[in-house]
């Protein structure tokens, strides 16, 4: 049967050699295979075959430019200061008490560097206008995510140089924004959902607004993407057609898909709407009419040629997907009566493994949500064009009225919102590419059926690791960047202590280790790197009792956290020296501090663990200090597991200490690349003198040590 997206045979070689991509030979070979099925006549093969050495160079291209902006960064390691030159396509975005500003590349002297960066600053830097250029100088470094910062100290190493042309679209875009600015003192939301959906500049949106639509599962809505490029698309052709110059239209159309990005950002929705919008356009001016389908697979195509990392940007593959449910599935399988009905549940079937797997969490009946917000959006879209034309606070103030129905639309969606765990990389891969090899042989129901097979497979396969369970008694050292997160588990209980900084890396941790409920959470202390994660703790999981010490417990993440515990009537216990828990086998005993200490009180106040397995006893320091340590080490005798504490700080792990517990195995959790130094030289040679291996989640990632009769077995994510 032939296909109608015989595109998808060179989307599926080309997506197959961005993946698996080996050399510049390889790719050569292919080549020369497709010129040698040329003279044979064989065409269409000849078209896979080289579509399979592009993807091979492209990636091979991708992976030597990397290496060499990698070893431009090595270069300058060492060096206190730099100097950054960057276009700049976006503002600053405050967050607290900090200023990020993120641009796409940037020139370091006579480099330029094809890689992200983010500006920090403490300080509030001053309004950008118009200008074309950042000029930066500060300390470039590489975040716990391996993303490049450049911190920036003081507003006299930051400028901004030129002036941006004003026959660029990005400039009437910018222009438009700064006619909004007067007004964002008085309607801060109302301003940023304005310049989010009329002009594509989401930065500026509220962490609670960005929260509120991701877990309704309608963000995407949010934002510029395809909504409002196909619109606008769709109002301009409707318009030419109705003075019936159906030629104009699709030479309007044309020119709009290339004028779009160079307005908003070439981000993958608006490309893939852009490029459609393109290609359909093209079609008929060259009187080639095709099929949507076809579009949809030259489309993906176009772009991972001129972008081949967005073959695992999750942006990419939602939006494609979303698309590709709506053609390939919901379509064959549609009825006349309940057609909006039959196209969310498709789509909602083919996208949930994708959310599942880059975002661990999914909102049951968000195509739903998605098809009752649209109108709302799309009314919202309308008045914000208008407000970009005509600022006023009387539109201001229609944005925030339907901006408050869509929260509350998005409030019923989410209490349908969980965090799940993720399909394997290599069964979400082999997923993918099955769904792509349907769409190129399979046709009508027959596809239709078959996609929703391959994605009901990757659902399977979430469900099944999110309720594995450990066989034996575990402790397992989260790798939540620079802070702490342990995990106490035997057959059917958990106990988690502390919440690392925030709750984007536990959450998921936590789902991918089929964690649902816990016997209780404890919290060593108030501190932000140990307690950040945990109000999310209590909302999306299902947790019995909240420990907390009542000394020192001070500052924004402890107000948060009980207020949390009182909204999901989580029962709060004061910790008191001596306390105990049972858990399956794990016996825990907590000791505290009798007084407050004078130096580092916060730290020295820290609740400490000693948990027994068994025979074997691990003892969970959290921050305390040497103060706290001398203390300690004259009421615990020999651990066969530390906890490091301090995050490996010189002013734990004293000799006193150490020489008390003598412990056999240690850990120490930290984050990559943190600014503290952590773990310190001098902590781990103590260590290393008394003959005790040390494993690091900076170094090793997620920790699991298995308690099993007498025997320890350590396993690390990542071995060196």
Same mark, same amino acid.
């Given at each position: ?112 560097? +094809? ?41 006299? =190493? =930051? ?30 939301? +109302? ?15 509220? @962490? ?35 003075? $019936?110059?159906?030629?104009? @239209? ?22 893939? /709407? ?85 975002? $661990? ?19 919202? =879209?309308?008045? @914000? ?28 969606? /989410? ?174 005993? /907590? ?38 340590? @001398? ?90």
């Amino acid at each position: 049967m032939q296909s109608d997206a015989p595109a998808a045979f060179p989307l599926i070689a080309l997506v197959t050699g961005l993946l698996f991509a080996s050399s510049w030979r390889d790719a050569a070979g292919f080549a020369l295979v497709a010129i040698l099925l040329l003279m044979l006549r064989r065409t269409r093969v000849a078209i896979v075959s080289f579509a399979l050495a592009t993807g091979i160079v492209c990636a091979v291209h991708a992976r030597s430019v990397a290496l060499a902006d990698a070893r431009v960064i090595a270069a300058i390691a060492n060096e206190r200061f730099v100097v950054v030159n960057a276009a700049i396509d976006r503002d600053w975005m405050r967050r607290g008490a900090v200023s990020t500003l993120r641009v796409a590349r940037f020139r370091l002297g006579e480099r330029v560097v +094809e890689q992200p960066l983010m500006i920090i600053t403490r300080f509030v830097p001053r309004t950008i206008d118009l200008q074309d250029r950042v000029v930066a100088e500060g300390f470039l470094r590489a975040n716990e995510r391996d993303e490049l910062t450049l911190i920036v100290k003081s507003p006299r =190493l =930051l400028r901004y140089v030129g002036r941006a042309s004003l026959l660029a679209p990005s400039t009437w875009n910018r222009a438009l924004a700064n006619r909004l600015r007067p007004f964002a003192t008085a309607y801060p939301t +109302e301003v940023a959902l304005v310049e989010a959906l009329a002009l594509g500049r989401g930065e500026r949106l509220e @962490s609670d607004v960005r929260d509120g639509y991701k877990r309704a599962g309608t963000y995407h809505l949010l934002v510029f993407s395809g909504l409002q490029i196909a619109l606008a698309a769709g109002a301009l052709a409707a318009l030419l057609r109705w003075f $019936h110059s159906p030629r104009a @239209s699709d030479w309007s159309l044309l020119i709009f898909s290339i004028a779009a990005p160079l307005f908003i950002g070439g981000n993958a929705s608006v490309a893939r /709407a852009s490029i459609g919008i393109g290609l359909y356009a093209t079609s008929r001016l060259l009187h080639r009419p095709t099929t949507l389908e076809n579009l949809w697979c030259v489309a993906a195509l176009l772009r991972l040629i001129i972008a081949p990392h967005d073959v695992t940007d999750a942006a990419f593959q939602l939006t494609y997907g979303g698309a590709g449910a709506l053609l390939f599935v919901a379509k064959p399988l549609s009825m006349r009566r309940a057609r909006w009905v039959v196209y969310a549940i498709c789509v909602e079937c083919v996208v949930t493994g994708m959310t599942l797997f880059h975002f $661990h969490q999914v909102a049951l009946g968000g195509s739903i949500a998605t098809l009752i917000l649209t109108p709302v959006i799309s009314a919202m =879209l309308f008045v @914000s064009a208008l407000t970009c034309a005509f600022p006023c606070a009387a539109l201001l103030r229609c944005i925030g009225l339907l901006h408050a129905i869509s929260m509350r639309l998005n409030d019923g969606s /989410a209490r349908f919102a969980g965090s799940f765990a993720a399909p394997s990389p290599v069964f979400f891969a082999l997923g993918l590419l099955g769904c792509l090899a349907t769409i190129a042989l399979l046709r009508g129901r027959t596809r239709a059926l078959a996609i929703l097979g391959f994605s009901s497979a990757i659902i399977c396969s979430a469900v099944a690791i999110g309720m594995h369970d450990v066989d034996r008694p575990t402790i397992t050292i989260l790798d939540v960047g620079q802070g702490d997160a342990i995990l106490l588990r035997t057959p059917g209980h958990a106990i988690l202590i502390d919440g690392g900084p925030s709750p984007s890396r536990l959450i998921p941790l936590l789902a991918d280790r089929g964690v649902h409920r816990l016997d209780a959470v404890i919290l060593t202390h108030a501190h932000p790197d140990h307690c950040g994660g945990l109000s999310a703790v209590l909302s999306r999981l299902d947790a019995r009792e909240l420990w907390i010490s009542p000394r020192r417990f001070t500052g924004d993440c402890a107000i948060d956290l009980l207020e949390t515990a009182a909204a999901e009537r989580v029962p709060v216990h004061l910790v008191r020296d001596g306390d105990r828990m049972a858990a399956g086998t794990l016996g825990i005993q /907590a000791f505290t501090a009798d007084r407050t200490f004078r130096r580092a009180p916060e730290n020295n106040s820290s609740v400490v663990l000693r948990v027994k397995i068994g025979k074997r006893v691990a003892l969970l320091t959290g921050d305390i200090e040497r103060d706290a340590e @001398s203390e300690l080490a004259g009421r615990v005798s020999c651990v066969d597991v530390l906890k490091v504490a301090h995050h490996g700080s010189r002013t734990s792990s004293t000799p006193l200490l150490l020489d008390a517990i003598a412990p056999r195995l240690a850990f120490i959790s930290c984050g990559r690349h943190n600014l503290f130094g952590h773990p310190h030289p001098e902590v781990l040679r103590a260590f290393r003198d008394r003959l005790v291996p040390v494993s690091r989640t900076d170094l090793n990632g997620t920790i699991d040590i298995e308690f099993e009769r007498d025997h320890l077995f350590v396993h690390r994510e990542v071995t060196y």
